[in-house]
Structures are given as structure tokens and as C-alpha cells.
């Protein structure tokens, strides 16, 4: 699945749909949050304002964007393709566990 958007493509994988649906069933008043978030990411993943950001640890290898305060998009950038994939959505305990 994936939709180039801009300079960047995203490849959305089953996990991420799913906790995409889940999220926004449950913060419903979060989705133009969520649309404005992966809009500036697929224009330019490293603008300072989605605090993109390497994990330590098991997720080591992987990025973050902070979504809100404690919610966030997992995802790997493939910076030769310029292609981001989107693995998942969380808070940032549930990401880390």
C-alpha cells in the first residue's frame, strides 16, 4: 500500500491501518491532528516540528514522531527510495513495550 504524496512516499503496513482505525475510534477529535501530522511527515520527516527521533533498545533502528503528548507513529525510513513505512501508532508506552 503506498501513496506518493510528495518528495516522500508512504507504505502503510496492516498493523498500522489497524491502530489508525483503533486510534481514531477512540480520539475521534484527533484526526485532522493525525491528517496534519503524517501531511508534514510525507513533505519532510525531518521538520523540527514532528520531533522525529531515533529508539534505543529492542525498537533500535526505528524512528518516532510524536503525534501528541504521549502518542506516537512508529515508523523506518528507507532514505535511499524516500519512501517511509508506517508500523505503528501508540502511546509511547505501548511502543516501548
Known sequence: MSDAVGPWAFIRTETFLRELR???RQHPERQALVRETLTAL????????????????????????????????????????????????????DLSR
Open 22 to 24: 483503533r486510534y481514531l
Open 42 to 93: 510525507v513533505a519532510d520527516p525531518h521538520a523540527p516540528a514532528l520531533r522525529l527521533h531515533t529508539l534505543q533498545g529492542r525498537l533500535r533502528g526505528l524512528y518516532a514522531v510524536r503525534l501528541s503528548y504521549s502518542d506516537r507513529i512508529l515508523l523506518t525510513l528507507l532514505i535511499t527510495e524516500r519512501q517511509i513505512v508506517l508500523l505503528s501508532l501508540g502511546t509511547h508506552d
